[in-house]
């Protein structure tokens, strides 16, 4: 499935599902996590920023795959450390899901991750 059936699949959820590739076992896992989609692109915010397993993992090997209900992408991701693109996406999270939940789930915001869908 494409770009389309995601987008698509994201208007009825508040969660995707995440799959990285280990950067150290080379084996996939998966989590779900908050999103913002913004245009052509989704915004993810790792919980523990920078130090996020899964950023990490992003950072090594920028190939992830989303889900959400039967729509499948595969994707490279542009995670960044940018203040002023983590802070748009902080504000962004915020405006979608609350800025005090947040500011409670997500401790260390220095990293955040780009999507493109288009």
């Not at 508040?14 to 989590?31: A, I, M, P, W, Y």
């Not at 748009?88 to 997500?106: I, L, P, Q, S, T």
Request: negative net charge.
């Amino acid at each position: 499935m494409g770009s389309e059936e995601l987008k698509s699949a994201l208007r009825d959820t508040n969660e995707v599902e995440l799959t990285t590739t280990g950067r150290k076992s080379g084996n996939e896992s998966s989590r779900p996590i908050w999103f913002v989609e913004e245009g052509d692109k989704i915004l993810l915010l790792p919980v523990s920023g920078s130090k996020s397993n899964w950023y990490r993992n992003v950072e090594k090997t920028p190939t992830i795959g989303l889900a959400a209900d039967e729509a499948e992408l595969e994707v490279e991701a542009k995670p960044t450390e940018d203040p002023s693109t983590v802070d748009h996406v902080v504000e962004a999270f915020g405006n979608k899901y609350g800025a005090d939940r947040v500011k409670e789930y997500y401790p260390g915001v220095d990293a955040a991750v780009e999507v493109p869908l288009a």
